[in-house]
Nanobody
Framework: VQLQASGGGLVQAGGSLRLSCGASGSILRVLDMGWYRQAPGKQSELVGIIRRGGSQKYEDSVRGRFTISRDNAKNTMDLQMTSLKPEDTAVYYC??????????????WGQGTEVTVSS
């Protein structure tokens, strides 16, 4: 199963960006999907996850500013980021876990998309 992320870029503080992630391959069912990020010189951290049923969980610093949505029919996920801050600058990675057509579990990562927020 392959994940493709897109939508990163340069934005001024207070602005918005939308990241997208699509899963492709021999997929039976995508279960949890999530976004992670790694800022320069820091460890990777969870941004938020969305379960197949739609329930979501967010890291404290992004709650209320970021929203994750998904389309189960298309195996896609979006991250709408608003009120961006310079500390949101990072490479963002999407993740998907599920079951493939061979009835095997998968845990796949996208290639990362860079978000830079200028002050």
């Amino acid at each position: 199963v392959q994940l493709q992320a897109s939508g990163g870029g340069l934005v001024q503080a207070g602005g918005s960006l939308r990241l997208s992630c699509g899963a492709s391959g021999s997929i039976l069912r995508v279960l949890d999907m999530g976004w992670y990020r790694q800022a320069p010189g820091k460890q990777s951290e969870l941004v938020g996850i969305i379960r197949r049923g739609g329930s979501q969980k967010y890291e404290d610093s992004v709650r209320g500013r970021f929203t994750i949505s998904r389309d189960n029919a298309k195996n896609t996920m979006d991250l709408q980021m608003t009120s961006l801050k310079p500390e949101d600058t990072a490479v963002y990675y999407c993740n998907a876990q599920g079951i493939d057509s061979a009835m095997q579990n998968f845990d796949s990562w996208g290639q990362g998309t860079e978000v830079t927020v200028s002050s």
